[in-house]
């Protein structure tokens, strides 16, 4: 019994240690590093901007494009997005470009987040 007991919390543990790191690959996400707007690209019929930079694009989700990076008007953080690019455009100032590992927005990778930093 002492055996069986040990057993089932040895499997529980490996469980739980699954779980834990398959919760945490799934919740990582990719940036950019630091780098330059280039180029903040606008149109083709949708609600949503695209940013192209000094460095290459990163692209953990295997976009089919990977000319920029994509946000439309449907992603929460949408308007934040769009006025940090402005501004780090606008100033110059170098940017980090966080996107998802498994989603793509019109073939490019997906903006998450933008970090503009103070110089």
Request: aromatic share 6%; charged share 10%; hydrophobic share 40%.
């Amino acid at each position: 019994m002492k055996e069986e007991h040990e057993m089932s919390r040895q499997a529980r543990s490996r469980v739980a240690i699954g779980l834990a790191a398959w919760a945490s690959l799934s919740l990582a996400q990719t940036g950019s590093g630091q780098t330059n707007i280039t180029n903040i690209t606008t149109g083709w019929a949708t609600e949503g901007f695209g940013l192209q930079t000094t460095s290459p694009i990163v692209n953990p989700a295997h976009c089919a494009v990977v000319d920029s990076y994509q946000v439309d008007n449907s992603v929460p953080g949408y308007k934040t997005y769009y006025a940090a690019a402005l501004l780090a455009f606008g100033m110059g100032r170098s940017v980090q470009i966080t996107v998802s590992n498994t989603a793509c927005t019109q073939s490019r990778p997906s903006i998450i987040g933008i970090v503009v930093n103070a110089s």
